[in-house]
């Protein structure tokens, strides 16, 4: 899979004109604005770990890496791509609340999340959301973590469901550019969505990190 690296940075603008001519999923490469480490915000009381891929350290939860986010109206309409986390209950369960390494770039300071039902390998039926959180982390930092709270929503065991990213697709929220901060997990099926061209599976070494919280069973 071809992967195009982008330096946030003085040529922030210019790189990302340059990915968006290609409909392949985009890798960034952050580098850090600061070397203070924010602690994550606390899951709430009484949610269970349905499914996490954050490192054991509140300090140190993902990398400073990971693929573009950003709305259809970015640099121009030029750009809008959309990115999943799949993830696959061990049983039974009821989501409510997901938290996402989704990190603010330009644009409005805003990103929609939402979980949907498989379809082949890629985001299928939407089931709940999109639920729009606002004031997110800088690009570039860790570790705070987008958090969006949902009504609970009934998941089987065993079965893939996903975590999607996006915005809406008019202004003034069509302008969001940002980055979901990643974990290292080398051949893990994710999914895009380019230009709203629909969903594509696609295998990655680096996935997009966050967990998935509620009540089990």
Known sequence: ???????????????????????????VQIKEKSVIHVPPQEASQG?????????????????ESGWSVAGP????????????????????????????????????????LSIYGDSGGVPGTLLAG?????NLADSGTCCALAVADFTPLAVTGGTRYWVVADTPLT?????????WA?????GIPSAYNYKDEGWKGSNVDLLVAGEVLGTIP
């Open 47 to 63: 949610l269970e770990k349905i499914y996490s891929n954050l490192g054991s350290s509140k300090t140190d939860l993902y990398r």
């Open 73 to 112: 109206s970015a640099a121009g309409g030029e750009y809008g791509l959309f990115a999943g986390m799949p993830f696959t209950p061990k049983s039974d369960s009821h989501v409510s609340q997901v938290e996402v390494a989704v990190q603010y770039v330009s644009g409005p300071n805003q990103v929609n």
């Open 171 to 179: 202004p003034p929220g069509s302008y969001f550019e940002g980055t």
């Open 1 to 27: 899979m071809k992967k195009i690296l982008i330096f946030v940075g003085l040529l922030l603008l210019c790189n990302l004109s340059l990915v968006a001519q290609t409909s392949r999923p985009r890798t």
């Open 130 to 134: 999109p639920v729009t959180v606002t």
């Open 182 to 186: 990643s974990v290292v997990k080398p």
